[in-house]
């Protein structure tokens, strides 16, 4: 349980200390606070990562009916939150409840996942399926219609129950927002996890500052090099003010980056590049033709 009440202390620390200080803060300095709140969100829940990865998932390696009882407990607190809110109830403190919940929740399954995992190669080939899957969603299938009706519920003032899509997205605080406000979505999370979890798992760095995952204290200068990617897609779409798919950016740089840093994970076989390039081929078809 110690490691668990460190992930809270962490997101509680870093919620509150984002909200009180968009607060207080003069109007002219509100966008360039808008990045501070998403760098240390980012930075947060990597660090949550972290314990999670080094702390927790090893328990879950030998015993899986725990891993079990924390997803059904994730789901559980989920429908508690979305029942909450369509009831009526407004709360930061929920929203905030609800997005560590969130970021749990894709540790545990992104890490589930990375378990499976055989060869480094493997990576590459799930990295480039989910990638070129996230822009077909984004741009031909249910994330278009998803994205619009997030952005009419947000444009509108908020009012009434929102979307059901609003309640597996990651909410911060911003300065001059009353309420926590959404920054990316749960998948991204999901796939940011996997991706340090594999790396973890074949004696990998995917760290930035180069320094390895510790077992018993967290490494504070520890920042996935996926969040880079996500942070630049993030500021590219506010500042273009128009909806990007941010996983594909974070899949290319983590990517590149491991793919020159580490060889083992150019070492192809047909059991990545078959379904890898089926796949890719697949979704890149119906890209054109819908």
């Known amino acids: 349980m110690k490691p668990l009440a460190v992930i809270c202390l962490i997101w509680g620390l870093a919620s509150l200390g984002l909200y009180g200080a968009g607060r207080v803060l003069p109007g002219e300095v509100f966008r360039v606070f808008d990045y501070v709140s998403i760098g240390v969100c980012l930075y947060s829940a990597s660090i949550i990562m972290q314990i999670y990865l080094?702390?927790?998932?090893?328990?879950?390696?030998?015993?899986?009916?725990?891993r079990t009882v924390w997803l059904l407990t994730v789901v559980v607190i989920f429908i508690t939150a979305y029942s909450l809110a369509a009831a009526g109830v407004r709360s930061n403190l929920l929203t905030g409840s609800l997005t560590?919940?969130?970021?749990?929740?894709?540790?545990?399954l992104g890490a589930w996942l990375a378990s499976h995992l055989k060869r480094p190669a493997e990576i590459v080939a799930v990295g480039v399926t989910?990638?070129?899957?996230?822009?077909?969603s984004v741009f031909?299938?249910?994330?278009?219609?998803?994205?619009?009706?997030i952005a009419d519920y947000y444009e509108g003032g908020m009012q009434?129950?929102?979307?059901?899509?609003d309640f597996v997205l990651v909410k911060i605080p911003m300065p001059g927002q009353k309420a926590f406000m959404p920054v990316f979505g749960i998948t991204d999370w999901i796939i940011i996890a996997f991706f340090s979890a594999a790396a973890f798992k074949f004696?990998?760095?995917?760290?930035?500052?180069?320094?390895?995952m510790e077992g018993t204290?967290?490494?504070?200068?520890f920042f996935p090099v996926t969040c880079t990617g996500l942070a630049v897609a993030i500021f590219f779409a506010r500042e273009a003010r128009i909806f990007l798919p941010a996983l594909p950016f974070a899949v290319i740089v983590y990517l590149i980056f491991m793919l020159v840093k580490y060889p083992e994970m150019r070492r192809f076989t047909k059991a990545e590049l078959v379904p890898m390039i089926g796949v890719s081929a697949l979704l890149i078809c119906l890209m054109i033709l819908m």
């Open 54 to 66: 080094t702390r927790i998932e090893p328990r879950f390696s030998i015993r899986h009916a725990l």
């Open 100 to 108: 560590l919940t969130l970021i749990l929740f894709a540790c545990i």
């Open 130 to 136: 989910a990638g070129l899957a996230d822009l077909f």
């Open 140 to 149: 031909k299938g249910p994330t278009k219609v998803l994205s619009e009706s």
């Open 160 to 165: 009434g129950l929102p979307p059901l899509v």
């Open 203 to 212: 004696n990998m760095r995917d760290n930035i500052f180069g320094k390895p």
């Open 217 to 221: 204290i967290p490494v504070l200068a």
